[in-house]
């Protein structure tokens, strides 16, 4: 047995990484393999695995080391690129071997090969270096493909069911258009490359099969110049468009010819569309304005290669065949109605009879540039099982034991035109207009669910007419944006582990179309503001590279190029907020390159973050203060504070006017621009010196009426003479004695009290805060019937928004203590600091950074030491601040560790590897 547990171990070591260097000696019969000391997997373009199209023409190549023994790291790489296997198995990088480079990096190194064309597909492989200066051999193959980069590769036309829309005012939608394309095949397929953007929703078909598991694609954008009527916040459009589309390889899915049998001849193949309305026709909703772009339309184009070589294109045109069918009406906000007593049969499979089709018409294409969608997708991320709470006369009743967005899933049987309406009910009891209809088409049981809404919701209610339910009649289909998992928190308070369970779930709930949104059902709008409060919260939570770097891209598109104003909400619908929400423009791409280590984004946006420092500038009073933004606009100050506490708007908005200048000049110095770095601190310094004069009481050392508030925006963004800070601070910690240690802030400045309060240690305030079971607080966790997180304190307005899950940071950042040294951005090297706070027994979290798991585990033992277990990735290094009042370490085993002062505080530097300490 024991040379098939060895190979077992090996095969465990190994996981998902290369099958490099591993050799295997033989002696007699017995057969030894060596295990390399670390191996190298995990490749990835642009966070991407195996990529099938990608527009950036220098994407970032990423890799992992994993490590058998402690202390592994990278001091050298080289990278091969090739157009072939075959090339790359003779170590030949016919577009870019990029020599031996010395260095630790191994995210986002930038391809510096050959210029990239359409279509080009490289294949690629990496070589590191480690401590030693000695090889580990060559990783595994990886690959990626680039997608149409010029708008003449597009041979295709955009093509709808109509040209022009009758009630271009009006909230009416008519029934989703239907396309097919039959075609023929004469030879044998090697490759069949699918490109297609339906606005707003898509569902691709080809010979009767789904293609993908996506759905409501593609992600939201700008997608075209729209007219933009009866707005209720005022808005200059000086927007930039933009359009995805998305790729498959669908050779798997046609048929083609089989030279090997003779007498074969062509083969007919069909391609299949349904569009929805999505964000492109959405009529549902118009408090905020009128602002629909127009009727749905398509462009699709399939790239066939042949076995000999020759190709052929199939595009859409006006030879394809429209109609309209069962699906009568789609909203995003209002849901679907459906009759299946129109269903088309086999419309999307050959040799359907479409001679009642009409022909589809060449339609004005989008004025937004098409560029492939790299964010993730929406997906059907899990099936639940709804509890059935019976049937009131032909009202029935079904409840999950948490909030979800997505939608039932339907399986009935009955008479020909029964019908059921499906009613979606939050947690707080409200519909929000959320249902679907279904007419059955009688017969055989039949299956449905919506393609192009998705509702939020905890219970169910179906009017059935005509049709008996039960416990098996429907599922619950958990739909959201793809973002993987990518931290973990558990501690010793059951409360706290409440609290971040809703903030998952919150926050899964509000993740669509690559943006999240302030609520799933009643607005559904990517609000910058409470983007910037809650993205530390999500980046701990979940792995966004892509869905980041989507989201800032629809926030440059909505923002004015003229002015420099940014708006509320991105892609742009409406709302209201201040400076705290155009400021996630400069606040998120920089905590992007803290988390992540990549300054594309700071170079890709810093002209437009700098044009919004400079906006604000303009926005000042007499007195440097910024009073409001747009002529006939709002602010919103500290949103939703408790009760009747309402901080001055301009003493928040003038504090993120520092706030963000303070940052540009931080992002300069990154980016190396001096001039700009000189020129902002400058700034800065007077608009410190204007909010003092405005807002300080030096007698009092408070700030405006000494609420939690307004000393809070001071004291965390710097604002505070630098000889009165500890002065302020204890003025805010009185305050927070004098009200029984609640929250009485809004979702700005939430966070912010928790990070002032845990940067001078004093997270034991900071967890008597998130510790409180009354209100103000999230005592109403406590309680079952809620399983998300609420929009106020009080619960007034809606149940699951994820502002206030900004407090989740604290979990990570402060409990568990892992956190980004802003001096060596993207977690290369990092900080363990846990607040080891008495009110809790034990403590676990990890992190999962590029280069790999960071684990942060505590436990205090009954004689009051510590157990530490912190995992360090191969390839980065961690400075351990031990917690307050401890000075010693040792190991497991009782062999003492060296402890050294750091600014005043005990740490140790731990390399990578699994270290298992005592601190006393």
């Given at each position: 047995?024991?040379?098939?547990?060895?190979?077992l171990?090996?095969?465990?070591?190994?996981?998902?990484?290369?099958?490099?260097?591993?050799?295997?000696?033989?002696?007699?019969?017995?057969?030894?393999f060596?295990?390399?000391?670390a191996?190298?997997?995990?490749?990835?373009?642009?966070?991407?695995?195996?990529?099938?199209?990608?527009?950036?023409?220098?994407?970032?190549?990423?890799?992992?080391?994993t490590a058998?023994?402690?202390?592994?790291?990278?001091?050298?790489?080289?990278?091969?690129?090739?157009?072939?296997?075959?090339?790359?198995?003779?170590?030949?990088?016919?577009?870019?071997?990029?020599?031996?480079?010395?260095?630790?990096?191994?995210?986002?190194?930038?391809?510096?090969?050959?210029?990239?064309?359409?279509?080009?597909?490289?294949?690629?492989?990496?070589?590191?270096?480690?401590?030693?200066d000695?090889p580990?051999?060559?990783s595994?193959?990886?690959?990626?493909s680039?997608?149409?980069?010029?708008?003449s590769?597009?041979?295709?036309?955009?093509?709808?069911?109509?040209?022009?829309?009758?009630?271009p005012?009006?909230?009416?939608?008519?029934?989703?258009?239907?396309?097919?394309?039959?075609f023929?095949?004469?030879?044998?397929?090697?490759?069949?490359?699918?490109?297609?953007?339906?606005?707003?929703?898509?569902?691709?078909?080809?010979?009767?099969?789904k293609?993908?598991?996506?759905?409501?694609?593609?992600?939201?954008?700008?997608?075209?110049?729209?007219?933009?009527?009866?707005?209720?916040?005022?808005y200059?459009?000086?927007?930039?468009?933009?359009?995805?589309?998305?790729?498959?390889?669908?050779?798997?899915?046609?048929?083609?010819?089989?030279?090997?049998?003779?007498?074969?001849?062509?083969?007919?193949?069909?391609?299949?569309?349904l569009?929805?309305?999505?964000?492109?026709?959405?009529?549902?909703?118009?408090?905020?304005?009128?602002?629909?772009?127009?009727?749905?339309?398509?462009?699709?184009q399939?790239?066939?290669?042949?076995?000999?070589?020759?190709?052929?294109?199939?595009?859409?045109?006006?030879?394809?065949?429209?109609?309209?069918?069962?699906?009568?009406?789609?909203?995003?906000?209002?849901?679907?109605?459906?009759?299946?007593?129109?269903?088309?049969?086999?419309?999307?499979?050959?040799?359907?009879?479409?001679?009642?089709?009409?022909?589809?018409v060449?339609?004005?294409?989008?004025?937004?540039?098409?560029?492939?969608?790299?964010?993730?997708?929406?997906?059907?991320?899990?099936?639940?099982?709804?509890?059935?709470?019976?049937?009131?006369?032909?009202?029935?009743?079904?409840?999950?034991?948490?909030?979800?967005?997505?939608?039932?899933?339907?399986?009935?049987?009955?008479?020909?035109?029964?019908?059921?309406?499906?009613?979606?009910?939050?947690?707080?009891?409200?519909?929000?207009?959320?249902?679907?209809?279904?007419?059955?088409?009688?017969?055989?049981?039949?299956?449905?669910?919506?393609?192009?809404?998705?509702?939020?919701?905890?219970?169910?209610?179906?009017?059935?007419?005509?049709?008996?339910?039960?416990?098996?009649?429907?599922?619950?289909?958990d739909v959201?944006?793809?973002?993987?998992?990518?931290?973990?928190?558990?501690?010793?308070?059951?409360?706290?582990?409440?609290?971040?369970?809703?903030?998952?779930?919150?926050?899964?709930?509000?993740?669509?179309?690559?943006?999240?949104?302030?609520?799933?059902?009643?607005?559904?709008?990517?609000?910058?503001?409470?983007?910037?409060?809650?993205?530390?919260?999500?980046?701990y939570?979940?792995?966004l590279?892509?869905?980041?770097?989507?989201?800032?891209?629809?926030?440059?598109?909505?923002?004015?190029?003229?002015?420099?104003?940014?708006?509320?909400?991105?892609?742009?619908?409406?709302?209201?907020?201040?400076?705290?929400?155009?400021?996630?423009?400069?606040?998120?791409?920089?905590?992007?390159?803290?988390y992540?280590?990549?300054?594309?984004?700071?170079?890709?946006?810093?002209?437009?973050?700098?044009?919004?420092?400079?906006?604000?500038?303009?926005?000042?009073?007499?007195?440097?203060?910024v009073?409001?933004?747009?002529?006939?606009?709002?602010c919103?100050?500290?949103?939703?504070?408790?009760?009747?506490?309402?901080?001055?708007?301009?003493?928040?908005?003038?504090?993120?006017?520092?706030?963000?200048?303070?940052?540009?000049?931080?992002?300069?110095?990154?980016?190396?621009?001096?001039?700009?770095?000189?020129?902002?601190?400058?700034?800065?310094?007077?608009?410190?010196?204007?909010?003092?004069?405005?807002?300080?009481?030096?007698?009092?050392?408070?700030?405006?009426?000494?609420?939690?508030?307004?000393?809070?925006?001071?004291?965390?963004?710097?604002?505070?003479?630098?000889?009165?800070?500890?002065?302020?601070?204890?003025?805010?910690?009185?305050h927070?004695e004098?009200?029984?240690?609640?929250?009485?802030?809004?979702?700005?400045?939430?966070?912010?009290?928790?990070?002032?309060?845990?940067?001078?240690?004093?997270?034991?305030?900071?967890?008597?805060?998130?510790?409180?079971?009354?209100?103000?607080?999230?005592?109403?966790?406590?309680?079952?019937?809620?399983?998300?997180?609420?929009?106020?304190w009080?619960?007034?307005?809606?149940?699951?928004h994820?502002?206030?899950?900004?407090?989740?940071?604290?979990?990570?950042?402060g409990?568990?203590g892992?956190?980004?040294?802003?001096?060596?951005?993207?977690?290369?090297?990092?900080?363990?600091?846990?607040?080891?706070?008495?009110?809790?027994?034990?403590?676990?979290?990890?992190?999962?950074?590029?280069?790999?798991t960071?684990?942060?585990?505590?436990?205090?033992?009954?004689?009051?030491?510590?157990?530490?277990?912190?995992?360090?990735?191969?390839?980065?290094?961690?400075?351990?601040?031990?917690?307050?009042?401890?000075?010693?370490?040792?190991?497991e085993?009782?062999r003492?560790?060296?402890?050294?002062?750091?600014?005043?505080?005990?740490?140790?530097?731990?390399?990578?590897?699994?270290?298992?300490?005592?601190?006393?």
């Amino acid at each position: 047995m024991r040379p098939i547990l060895s190979f077992l171990a090996l095969l465990i070591f190994v996981g998902n990484t290369a099958l490099c260097a591993i050799s295997a000696i033989h002696s007699g019969d017995k057969i030894t393999f060596q295990v390399p000391e670390a191996a190298i997997g995990n490749l990835k373009c642009d966070q991407l695995a195996e990529p099938l199209a990608i527009d950036n023409p220098e994407p970032g190549l990423s890799w992992q080391m994993t490590a058998e023994l402690p202390g592994k790291r990278q001091t050298a790489y080289q990278i091969l690129a090739a157009s072939s296997l075959e090339l790359l198995r003779q170590n030949k990088g016919d577009y870019w071997n990029s020599g031996k480079v010395h260095s630790a990096r191994s995210v986002q190194i930038r391809y510096q090969g050959k210029p990239l064309a359409s279509r080009t597909k490289l294949y690629w492989k990496v070589m590191v270096w480690d401590e030693k200066d000695k090889p580990l051999g060559w990783s595994s193959t990886a690959s990626w493909s680039m997608g149409l980069l010029n708008a003449s590769d597009w041979k295709a036309k955009w093509i709808g069911a109509t040209q022009e829309d009758p009630y271009p005012d009006s909230a009416i939608t008519f029934p989703a258009p239907y396309f097919r394309k039959e075609f023929s095949t004469s030879k044998k397929i090697r490759k069949a490359i699918a490109y297609i953007s339906g606005l707003g929703f898509y569902e691709l078909r080809i010979n009767g099969k789904k293609i993908g598991d996506q759905v409501l694609a593609p992600a939201v954008t700008n997608y075209d110049k729209r007219p933009l009527k009866k707005l209720l916040y005022p808005y200059d459009d000086q927007s930039a468009q933009r359009v995805f589309y998305n790729c498959f390889d669908v050779t798997v899915d046609l048929s083609g010819v089989n030279p090997a049998k003779a007498g074969t001849s062509a083969r007919n193949n069909v391609i299949g569309i349904l569009l929805g309305n999505g964000w492109y026709n959405q009529r549902d909703r118009t408090v905020e304005g009128k602002m629909w772009y127009g009727l749905p339309r398509l462009i699709f184009q399939l790239e066939l290669t042949y076995t000999d070589g020759s190709k052929q294109t199939i595009v859409s045109d006006p030879t394809w065949k429209t109609t309209t069918g069962p699906l009568l009406k789609d909203g995003i906000f209002s849901g679907e109605r459906y009759d299946a007593r129109f269903d088309l049969g086999a419309w999307d499979k050959p040799g359907y009879v479409d001679k009642q089709w009409h022909r589809a018409v060449q339609v004005r294409p989008p004025s937004g540039r098409l560029q492939a969608q790299t964010a993730p997708f929406d997906k059907v991320i899990r099936i639940l099982q709804p509890v059935f709470k019976g049937q009131k006369d032909s009202v029935y009743r079904y409840h999950l034991n948490e909030t979800v967005s997505g939608w039932a899933v339907i399986r009935v049987k009955g008479p020909a035109g029964s019908s059921l309406k499906i009613r979606y009910i939050s947690e707080e009891g409200e519909d929000y207009g959320q249902q679907d209809v279904y007419i059955l088409k009688g017969g055989a049981t039949e299956r449905w669910s919506p393609r192009f809404t998705w509702h939020a919701f905890r219970k169910i209610e179906i009017i059935a007419k005509g049709v008996s339910l039960d416990q098996g009649s429907l599922v619950i289909e958990d739909v959201h944006t793809a973002a993987e998992g990518n931290g973990t928190f558990e501690c010793s308070n059951p409360f706290f582990n409440k609290i971040y369970s809703a903030y998952l779930r919150t926050q899964r709930a509000n993740f669509h179309g690559s943006l999240s949104s302030d609520c799933p059902h009643r607005e559904r709008l990517g609000y910058t503001g409470d983007g910037q409060v809650i993205m530390e919260s999500s980046m701990y939570a979940f792995d966004l590279f892509g869905f980041y770097r989507k989201w800032l891209d629809d926030i440059d598109d909505a923002r004015n190029r003229k002015t420099g104003f940014v708006t509320h909400t991105a892609p742009f619908g409406g709302g209201g907020g201040g400076p705290a929400w155009g400021s996630a423009y400069v606040i998120m791409p920089w905590l992007y390159f803290n988390y992540y280590g990549d300054t594309t984004l700071l170079q890709k946006h810093y002209m437009g973050m700098k044009q919004w420092v400079n906006y604000l500038e303009t926005r000042t009073n007499e007195k440097g203060l910024v009073y409001k933004e747009e002529p006939d606009g709002w602010c919103l100050g500290d949103w939703c504070t408790p009760a009747d506490i309402k901080i001055p708007e301009p003493l928040v908005n003038t504090a993120y006017f520092y706030h963000v200048t303070d940052l540009m000049g931080k992002i300069a110095a990154v980016l190396g621009k001096a001039d700009d770095q000189a020129r902002l601190a400058a700034l800065a310094a007077k608009i410190r010196d204007n909010f003092n004069k405005a807002y300080y009481d030096p007698a009092k050392h408070t700030y405006w009426e000494g609420r939690q508030g307004s000393d809070v925006f001071a004291l965390a963004f710097g604002l505070v003479p630098e000889a009165d800070y500890g002065l302020v601070f204890n003025s805010l910690v009185k305050h927070l004695e004098n009200t029984g240690y609640h929250f009485d802030t809004g979702i700005l400045a939430t966070p912010l009290l928790l990070k002032v309060l845990s940067d001078n240690d004093r997270d034991d305030i900071a967890f008597r805060l998130m510790d409180q079971r009354d209100f103000p607080g999230f005592g109403y966790l406590l309680d079952d019937k809620n399983s998300t997180l609420w929009e106020s304190w009080n619960g007034d307005g809606s149940h699951s928004h994820p502002m206030f899950g900004s407090v989740i940071k604290w979990f990570f950042s402060g409990l568990g203590g892992i956190q980004p040294d802003v001096r060596h951005a993207g977690m290369q090297h990092f900080t363990i600091a846990p607040k080891t706070i008495s009110s809790l027994d034990y403590c676990r979290s990890s992190y999962h950074s590029l280069y790999g798991t960071i684990r942060s585990e505590w436990k205090r033992a009954a004689d009051g030491t510590l157990h530490i277990l912190a995992s360090i990735p191969a390839n980065t290094t961690a400075t351990y601040v031990l917690p307050a009042g401890l000075k010693t370490a040792t190991d497991e085993a009782g062999r003492a560790i060296p402890v050294s002062n750091t600014d005043g505080k005990s740490t140790i530097r731990l390399m990578p590897g699994i270290r298992q300490l005592v601190l006393r």
